[in-house]
């Protein structure tokens, strides 16, 4: 089975312009989060796949491997999905360009679920963390995920799900961690399918999947680094890599 990582890297960010290029401890972030990718060694090879020749060319001045987005798109996933439509590959998984700091282990935990029991059933698979801040539970940038017994996801939403009608009933919630293993036939699918409703209203990509009958593996995972959405970010970053 030849599995690839691809990291989508839009130059362009509503919140933090060009973070991207930004540099953290000497090198862009979308390097060390290429060079923290490759580290963990699971992958057969490792991408970066841009809109941007300053990403690009960036990245090949470290020996990085990057691919030059011929349209225009809307989202990483179809970013990715015209790079891999003539890759001889079966799994192809998204690493967010944002997160320099990716670790092994949820990496290979995600991978795991494709020689499972139910692995015939599985379309992509992604995971998630437990949120016990009520603060992020109600936060709209916390996109929320629920699953079934085998861990199969139902839904996804800006909203908090489940409803706490009853506080004291027991749910968990969960943050959807945008790192996702697709196989090669899901993300073409979802390049070619139409956005429906319930994607358009939520402004959550992986909603498509389901919305199509697609399955979706959803993996329990702890820290998975440092997100870099604004310039604060940035600073916790340089903190974390000095420590």
């Known amino acids: 089975m030849k599995i690839i990582a691809m990291i989508p890297a839009r130059y362009g960010a509503t919140r933090f312009p060009g973070k991207l290029m930004a540099d953290l401890g000497g090198k862009p972030v979308i390097v060390r989060t290429y060079e923290a990718t490759v580290k963990t060694a ?16 960036e990245v090949e001045r470290f ?27 079966d799994i192809v998984v998204n690493v967010q360009g944002d997160e320099p700091f990716v670790k092994k282990e949820p990496l290979e935990k995600v991978l795991e679920v494709f020689k499972g029991e139910d692995a015939d059933q599985i379309d992509l698979a992604s995971l998630m963390q437990e949120i016990t801040d009520w603060k992020d539970i109600t936060d709209p940038n916390y996109v929320k995920v629920i699953v079934d017994e085998a861990n199969f996801a139902l839904y996804f939403s800006r909203s908090p799900i489940p409803y706490p009608r009853d506080k004291n009933a027991g749910a968990r919630y969960f943050e959807h961690i945008g790192v996702y293993a697709f196989r090669k036939q899901a993300i073409l699918d979802f390049y ?6 319930l994607e358009a209203t939520e402004k959550i990509e992986c909603i498509r999947y389901l919305e199509y009958g697609k399955k979706i593996k959803m993996v329990e995972t702890d820290f998975m680094g440092i997100e870099i959405d604004t310039p604060e970010d940035l600073i916790k970053a340089q903190k974390y890599l000095e420590n």
Request: glycine content about 6%.
């Open 42 to 57: 699971l992958f057969d090879d490792v991408y970066v796949v841009t809109d941007s020749k300053i990403i690009k060319n």
């Open 192 to 197: 070619h399918l139409p956005m429906r409703a």
């Open 63 to 89: 020996g990085g491997k990057a691919i030059m987005s011929i349209k225009e798109h809307e989202c990483g996933s179809d970013r990715i999905a015209e790079a891999v439509e003539n890759l001889d590959v």
